[in-house]
Each structure stands twice: as structure tokens, then as C-alpha cells.
């Protein structure tokens, strides 16, 4: 498939035609011309719209175009942008780190609901970009937030997006609890890896070919790091302790049974997002 040159002298408004039009006819969503070029920009919508008669320099007709030929191919807006909002934040993303989603910010926010300023320990288990670590620390500065994760990759975006955001979090490389040995804390969130390999022929490819597998895939059913973490969370939680934590829309029940067989005397809630499936996961420990 060819797509035409964007000429120049060009203006805002012809811009975003042309893109548009590339968009839809490489079978990519076409509401993608905007957010790019708003990226590029720095512009919100409203001064986006206000200046449809404004030419592009030359500079940026070329990068536009690049980006857009990116964007035909499949890559993924926030990834060629290189950032992605989450809870008023802006954070760097790349392909080391998942895409952060608007059902993990219903996590944060049930948590955030749960507790206020008081001073506690959290843990953010396998943080990627550090998403939600850095959305927790930002709206509790009081809190003392470690994120971890498997992966030196995902930390160093973490990391990066700790600095340019000035917040105070602590990070450490491990597989689930594996180096945090003698440590507890009152909060542990996560969003593990959950999706079952059976899974893959009903996914985004867009999701499959950029974003990384590690962060994605479980083995059994998509259970497994649930399992691990139902077997050692008692460990790690302080009493009073809770835990938080995103599931698939069809593993409440399952996630569920895993977490009161290991913990028997525990308080375990499943709770639904916004679009009426369920997605999130408490447990509270006495």
C-alpha cells in the first residue's frame, strides 16, 4: 500500500486530512491523526482546532509525516510519541514497558480511596514504567513507595520517569518477592501479567507485535503469578495489611479461590470498573 507525500506549503487543517485519510486506509484508527499531532505540537485539542490555518514549518510537516507513516505500519501512538498520560501524569513509555490503561487508574484509585495521608509503606509489584507507583507517591507525598519488577529495561524507564516528575519513589529489581526478603508493608499493589497464551488469537495485533509478552502472558490460565503471590503475600504484609490487585474480567472467581485457600482467614473483594467488568481485587489482612 502507498501513501501519498504530504506536499508542502501545508496548513494544520490539511495535515490532519491527509493523515487521517492514511490512517483509515492502512486499517489503523484514524483518531490516531490528532494525537499525534498534538504530541508533536504540544497542544491540547482546543488549540489544535483554533489553529487549522496555521502552516506547518517544513520541520514539522516532515516529522508529522514520519510519525504517521509509523503510526500506518501499526506502532502504537504513545510508543512513537515515546509518552502516555496515567492520573494526570505524563510518563515515558517505551517498547521495555506496557502501555498504561485507564482500568489501572480505577486501581489507584480504589487504594487512594482506602487510605489517606497517614504514613505507610507500599510496594508497587512489578511496576513497569512505574505508573502507579509514581501516581500513588504523587497524590501521598507522605508515603514511602518501592516499585519492582523483573526486568533492568522496565526500571530504567521508571527511573527516568521518577526524575523528570520530581517524586521520591525507590525501585528494585526483582521477580515478585524474590529479593524482597524481610521487608513488609501495609499496601501491596499490582498488575501482574495475566493474559493465558490461548488468548493470543483473540488480541489486538498491535498489542501483540509492540508491547512487551513478559509484562502480558502467564502460563496456567493466566493464574500463575497470582498463585505466587496468594502463596507468599502474608509474608511481605504487615497486620493490618492489604492487598490490591487487577485481574481479568473472567478470573474473579478463580483469583479469588487462590488467594482464600492461602489465606484463609482473610477479607477478600472483587470489585468491577467502569465498564461493568470485573477488574480489581482486595484482600485484607488481620
Not at 7 to 25: E, G, H
Not at 173 to 184: A, I, M, P
Request: proline letters at 5%; glycine letters at 6%; hydrophobic letters at 40%.
Amino acid at each position: 500500500m502507498t501513501i501519498p507525500k504530504l506536499d508542502f506549503p501545508v496548513t494544520v487543517f490539511s495535515a490532519l486530512k491527509w493523515a487521517t485519510a492514511s490512517l483509515q486506509q492502512s486499517g489503523q484508527q484514524p483518531t490516531a491523526a490528532k494525537e499525534l499531532l498534538q504530541g508533536l505540537l504540544g497542544w491540547n485539542l482546543t488549540t489544535l482546532v483554533a489553529n487549522y490555518r496555521t502552516q506547518l514549518s517544513a520541520t514539522q510537516r516532515d516529522h508529522f509525516e514520519q510519525v504517521v507513516r509509523q503510526a500506518c505500519q501499526g506502532q502504537p501512538v504513545q510508543y512513537i510519541l515515546g509518552q502516555a498520560p496515567f492520573y494526570g501524569l505524563e510518563l515515558q513509555v517505551n517498547p521495555a514497558v506496557l502501555i498504561p490503561r485507564p482500568e489501572t487508574e480505577e486501581l489507584v484509585d480504589w487504594l487512594l480511596h482506602d487510605y489517606g495521608t497517614s504514613r505507610l509503606r507500599l510496594l508497587d509489584l512489578g511496576t513497569g514504567s512505574g505508573a502507579i507507583a509514581l501516581a500513588c507517591k504523587h497524590e501521598r507525598p507522605n508515603w514511602q513507595v518501592l516499585g519492582s519488577d523483573i526486568s533492568k529495561a522496565a526500571l530504567q524507564v521508571a527511573r527516568q520517569n521518577a526524575t523528570a516528575l520530581g517524586l521520591d519513589v525507590t525501585w528494585q529489581e526483582s521477580d515478585l518477592f524474590q529479593t524482597l526478603q524481610g521487608q513488609r508493608f501495609e499496601v501491596v499493589i499490582s498488575n501482574p501479567p495475566y493474559i493465558a497464551n490461548c488468548e493470543r488469537t483473540v488480541m489486538d495485533q498491535q498489542v501483540l507485535d509492540y508491547e512487551p509478552s513478559q509484562a502480558l502472558f502467564a502460563s496456567h490460565h493466566g493464574l500463575a503469578f497470582y498463585q505466587r503471590i496468594a502463596n507468599e503475600i502474608a509474608t511481605y504484609l504487615t497486620r493490618p495489611g492489604t492487598l490490591y490487585l487487577e485481574i481479568g474480567y473472567r478470573q474473579g472467581v478463580a483469583v479469588q479461590r487462590l488467594l482464600q485457600q492461602a489465606n484463609p482467614t482473610a477479607q477478600i473483594g472483587l470489585q468491577q470498573d467502569l465498564a461493568g467488568h470485573d477488574r480489581m481485587i482486595k484482600m485484607k489482612l488481620r
